[in-house]
């Protein structure tokens, strides 16, 4: 799993032209959209990148955020299998859920990555709702569980947020050219 997100990263920094854009304009066009600007802002910018990024390095960036914590959370999870981290039934039964779940988001966003590198930008969208969806399966898997791996449920949040980012970067081919 590290090495795929070694080459995720790689082959992302490899791909990126160029900037033309002034300082923070695509990443303010993409947040002022989003649902928590603050976040997106702040989340984006944690890249140095970022400020100067038209709307092909901001994808990359964006899907590669989505792309960490999705195999992240995917590793997380399995550790909490293997360990048997608890004995509850429907906890284990749900931890298998979100497995499921973020196995989806992550293929989802290798797919991204793929479509980013040959030029071909109609499904970002889907894939962003790919993982969105697999970290709702998740949350909704673990709700009402006894002892809820702790964290689990912010990493899901963050998964929708991040996102939520990539689907609106992906609306930037969508209405430019």
Same mark, same amino acid.
């Given at each position: 799993? #590290?090495?795929?997100?070694?080459? =995720?990263?790689?082959? #992302?920094?490899?791909?990126?032209?160029?900037?033309?854009?002034?300082?923070?304009? *695509? *990443?303010?066009?993409?947040?002022?959209?989003?649902?928590?600007?603050?976040?997106?802002?702040? /989340?984006?910018?944690?890249?140095?990148?970022?400020?100067?990024?038209?709307? !092909?390095?901001?994808? !990359?960036?964006? =899907?590669?955020?989505? =792309? %960490?914590?999705?195999?992240? /959370?995917?590793? !997380?999870?399995?550790?909490?299998?293997?360990?048997?981290?608890?004995?509850? /039934?429907?906890?284990?039964?749900?931890?298998?859920?979100?497995?499921?779940? !973020? &196995? &989806?988001?992550?293929? #989802?966003?290798?797919?991204?990555?793929?479509?980013?590198?040959?030029? %071909?930008?109609?499904?970002? #969208?889907?894939?962003?709702?790919?993982?969105?969806?697999?970290?709702?399966?998740?949350?909704?898997?673990?709700?009402? %569980?006894?002892?809820?791996?702790?964290?689990?449920?912010?990493?899901?949040?963050?998964? &929708?947020?991040?996102?939520?980012?990539?689907?609106? *970067?992906?609306?930037? =081919? *969508? %209405?430019?050219?």
């Amino acid at each position: 799993m #590290a090495s795929s997100s070694l080459l =995720f990263v790689l082959l #992302a920094l490899l791909a990126v032209v160029p900037s033309s854009c002034a300082t923070g304009e *695509v *990443v303010r066009r993409v947040c002022r959209r989003a649902s928590d600007y603050e976040y997106c802002v702040n /989340t984006l910018n944690s890249d140095p990148r970022s400020p100067d990024a038209d709307r !092909y390095l901001l994808a !990359y960036i964006s =899907f590669g955020m989505a =792309f %960490t914590n999705a195999s992240s /959370t995917l590793d !997380y999870i399995s550790r909490l299998l293997k360990s048997g981290w608890s004995n509850d /039934t429907k906890l284990a039964d749900g931890l298998r859920e979100c497995r499921k779940g !973020y &196995k &989806k988001g992550v293929a #989802a966003m290798v797919s991204a990555n793929n479509d980013l590198n040959s030029e %071909t930008y109609y499904y970002l #969208a889907e894939y962003a709702d790919t993982a969105a969806r697999g970290a709702n399966v998740c949350q909704a898997a673990i709700a009402g %569980t006894r002892r809820p791996p702790p964290g689990l449920a912010a990493r899901n949040g963050d998964m &929708k947020s991040l996102c939520e980012i990539c689907s609106l *970067v992906s609306e930037l =081919f *969508v %209405t430019s050219s």
